[in-house]
């Protein structure tokens, strides 16, 4: 570890975390470690360390069509056929909060897999502004290559200790919309959870389609979990998910999904390293989230 990583451990581990001119708020020596210059501001105290101790953890590589694609892994050490959860990331991509997310997962007994889904187009840790992340990274990466992306995931879990006839999806935010599309993807699904993720928006080349648009195709029933007063994210698009999910009667996964609003809370209320975290909330939607995965055979 050079002096400047040893320097901001320290100032994390004393919960005093203050913004640093460097383009990365901490520097990331491999997949899960630090948090990304746009997450700011952040705050250290509230953010959940989660034990490895038990745990097979770490980042792994895993090849897409030649592609070798990095990706966060945790799972009981020494544990064989256990349910699948992929862990779609924000837009800061697979920092220190989705790599403790993915153990989370583990000590509950799944193998957990975060991949580093922007990585061909760019390292979001390295951008210190919003606006020129998205135009730069965020907005080029295609739906299509995602789906790719996780489908290898699937596979390669397969061979790792995995089961994969026990799949099931999280995501927060930009990760909550791809979480809803691949719902609508992979019939091999089981049951996803999306966090605050968009459900509606303009299109593109690379974004051919949102969630309210695959409401029809919908394969595994999904939780929605959501804000009252986000931001970026209406609840007038929240009703119209609904509604349209309540239309398709031939569809049993459409028919089972579910939305739980939490009322006067912040879009990002799960992420426990920025000031938007909001704790009760942050616990019910986890709870809910396992007991959907078990509900629906991703146990």
Not at 51 to 58: A, D, N
Not at 71 to 93: D, H, Q, T, W
Not at 193 to 215: C, I, N, Q
Request: hydrophobic fraction near 45%; aromatic fraction near 8%; glycine fraction near 10%.
């Amino acid at each position: 570890m050079n002096s400047k990583h040893a320097e901001i451990q320290s100032l994390l581990h004393a919960n005093r975390l203050e913004a640093m001119p460097t383009r990365r708020l901490a520097l990331q020596t491999a997949l899960g470690v630090g948090y990304a210059a746009t997450a700011m501001p952040l705050v250290a105290q509230t953010a959940i360390k989660t034990p490895g101790e038990g745990l097979l953890h770490g980042e792994v590589t895993i090849e897409v069509n030649g592609f070798k694609m990095p990706a966060y892994r945790s799972m009981p050490a020494g544990a064989k056929n256990c349910p699948v959860i992929l862990v779609i990331s924000e837009v800061f991509g697979v920092h220190e909060y989705i790599a403790d997310v993915t153990r989370r997962l583990a000590q509950a007994g799944y193998l957990a897999i975060a991949p580093e889904l922007f990585i061909r187009q760019g390292d979001p840790s390295e951008y210190g502004e919003m606006a020129k992340l998205f135009a730069e990274v965020i907005n080029k990466v295609p739906d299509a290559q995602v789906m790719a992306d996780l489908d290898a995931c699937v596979q390669w879990a397969g061979t790792q200790g995995g089961d994969v006839s026990r799949l099931g999806i999280t995501g927060f935010c930009w990760g909550g919309r791809i979480s809803w599309l691949y719902a609508a993807h992979n019939p091999r699904l089981r049951a996803a959870v999306a966090w605050y993720g968009r459900l509606t928006g303009d299109k593109t080349s690379y974004l051919t389609s949102h969630p309210l648009d695959k409401a029809a195709a919908l394969k595994a029933p999904t939780l929605g979990l959501y804000a009252g007063e986000d931001a970026g994210i209406s609840q007038a698009s929240v009703e119209a998910m609904k509604a349209a999910l309540a239309a398709q009667t031939g569809n049993a996964a459409a028919q089972a999904s579910q939305f739980v609003v939490y009322p006067g809370v912040p879009h990002a209320f799960h992420a426990d390293y920025r000031p938007t975290y909001r704790e009760k909330e942050a616990k019910d939607g986890w709870q809910r989230a396992l007991a959907w995965f078990r509900q629906h055979g991703v146990a």
